[in-house]
């Protein structure tokens, strides 16, 4: 199973993954420059950052490979906003017709300890993923109070 860190923290190591997606609750506020992140050697940067004093969401897409089983992926939240809320995620039509389950989609409570201040989500297709898969994926952080 692969699993892929959308944009890592400092004390997890290099980027090899991409994306990040908020949930249903939209935060309004300022454009935040976009972030860098990286699966491979192919630069990937969210679409849209936003940023306000009440959350952080991010918004960002993935490709899964051709004949993918098992993917588990992660995004951390920013340092500042360090609280996971929310996770959503949508497949293109191409995934939604493919048989696909999703096995996870949580705060990293799967960890020891649980962290809080992440979001995974776990995809396997039995068959393995058709071409052309694409997930769009969404993540909302909170301060802690």
């Known amino acids: 199973m692969a699993n892929i860190n959308l944009r890592p923290r400092v004390r997890v190591g290099a980027a090899v993954g991409a994306f990040v997606i908020a949930a249903g609750a939209f935060v309004s506020g300022l454009a935040a420059p976009a972030l860098a992140i990286t699966r491979g050697p192919v630069p990937m940067r969210p679409s849209v950052i936003y940023l306000s004093s009440k959350g952080w969401q991010g918004n960002s897409t993935y490709d899964f490979s051709t004949s993918t089983t098992s993917i588990f992926l992660h995004e951390d939240c920013p340092a500042s ?56 994926f969404t993540l909302f952080c909170a301060k802690k109070e």
Do not use: C, I, K
Request: net charge negative; glycine share 12%; hydrophobic share 30%.
């Open 81 to 136: 906003y360090p609280v996971a809320v929310n996770g959503a995620f949508a497949l293109n039509s191409t995934g939604q017709t493919s048989e696909v389950y999703l096995a996870y989609n949580s705060p990293r409570t799967d960890e020891s300890p649980p962290d809080y201040g992440e979001w995974g989500w776990h995809f396997y297709w039995p068959y393995g993923s058709p071409a052309g898969v694409v997930g769009t």
